[in-house]
């Protein structure tokens, strides 16, 4: 059974730093990975999904990292800001999963000004 | 388009009531996902369909939960009766296949 685990489950940083938020996974018959960003009280948004094949996706700046055979990926924000603040969710599609997602827990960060 | 839409955003009932919430799919989405999300575990996957066929329910933790989607642009999930442990925040995600879209959520509170 797919396991997914992030660390730290949370983060506290001053606003300009550089960050990295990191998903590991048991199983690495994925399909797919996909990052994802939830405020407090709100529905999940999606951030990145990369595909098995794969190695990294960027979005302004975000980027994620995928090292399938290690059973990793990261999150990398750069220059993070106040409104970065958020819970940060990575999801895996096994490859034998049908088109269900595993969650991990997720990583509390916060950005100070 | 406006994304996945779900009603109602709250929801307070007491325990033995029936409950029922709602889902609207992105327009050509073929795969909608209901998931509970609790501080204790986390966001589970309850069900999920596919172009309206309910394809894998090994979620759902009991008999008192059902769901239908009856057409490609509506879905509802139902608990009867209720319970305090059912208490959640309840997340439906549509997809076109890869990438997941969610819902604002539906905060159920079960007195």
């Known amino acids: 059974k797919q396991e997914v685990t992030q660390i730290p489950a949370a983060l506290s940083v001053p606003e300009g730093e550089n960050l990295v938020l990191n998903c590991s996974f048991t199983?690495?018959?994925?399909?797919?990975l996909q990052w994802f960003r939830q405020d407090p009280g709100k529905g999940l948004t999606s951030l990145l999904l990369i595909q098995s094949s794969q190695r990294e996706q960027t979005s302004g700046r975000l980027n994620a990292s995928l090292d399938k055979s290690s059973g990793r990926s990261t999150l990398y924000i750069a220059a993070s800001q106040p409104g970065d603040s958020a819970t940060y969710l990575c999801a895996v599609r096994g490859n034998n999963a049908g088109n269900m997602l595993t969650f991990g827990g997720g990583t509390r960060l916060m950005v100070k000004p | 388009d406006a994304g996945v839409i779900q009603s109602p955003r709250h929801e307070v009932t007491e325990m033995g009531q029936e409950v029922t919430l709602r889902c609207k799919p992105i327009?050509?989405?073929?795969?909608l996902f209901w998931y509970r999300q609790t501080m204790m575990r986390g966001l589970e996957l309850l069900i999920y369909?596919?172009?309206?066929?309910?394809?894998?329910d090994s979620g759902m933790p009991e008999d008192r939960f059902s769901a239908k989607m009856p057409n490609a642009s509506f879905s509802t999930l139902k608990i009867q009766p209720s319970e305090p442990r059912d208490s959640a925040v309840y997340f439906c995600a549509s997809s076109p296949f890869d990438e997941q879209f969610f819902g604002p959520g539906t905060r159920l509170t079960v007195l």
């Open positions: 369909f596919n172009n309206n066929v309910p394809i894998d």
């Open positions: 199983d690495s018959a994925i399909y797919n």
């Open positions: 327009s050509g989405h073929d795969y």
